[in-house]
């Protein structure tokens, strides 16, 4: 499979199988966002993985419901990748604060995206997800207040691997070459 049918192919999952996903398979994923670029080589990234079921269940009941329900299928994902922003480089602050970018975000979601792809590569399905209760994911994993968690990942064996139509602007709409 070529890079473009990769992408086309990968797609958010809500619905997965009880089959578990090997922490060989995590593993890769990781590594593949371990690789990702980053401003100024900040990688201001970890993850912390739950692939217990039954803390996955805990943790989703936790953080997936009342106003964030909607992602409450979260529950049923073999695993859950908690993605902790870790403090950037002073360089990359800097040059974030006078540009008024959080360049820590990007690098975060293009370190995401790695892994999102690497997981569609092996036959695993995924979902970004960034409406949760933050303050009980650090509370229930006893982590720092400090720090920021902006996105989970589900992940998991998608229940139907048919794809879905993706609708999305035509090349036309969002390509301008400038002569």
Known sequence: MNFLELVARRQSIRKYTPKPVSREIIDRCLEAARLAPSACNSQSWSFIIIDDREMVKKLSQGV???IYSMNSFAKNAAA????V??????TARLGGYFRGVKYNLIDIGIACE????QAES???G???LGWFNADRVKKILSIPKAKKIDVLISMGYAE?????QKI???LGEIRHYFN
């Open 114 to 117: 790695h892994f999102m792809l």
């Open 80 to 83: 859950l990748i908690i993605v």
């Open 168 to 170: 999305r602007r035509s």
């Open 122 to 124: 092996e036959g695993v």
């Open 126 to 128: 995924t979902c970004w």
């Open 64 to 66: 997936f419901s009342g």
């Open 85 to 90: 922003t870790e403090r950037e480089k002073f």
């Open 160 to 164: 139907d691997r048919s794809l879905r």
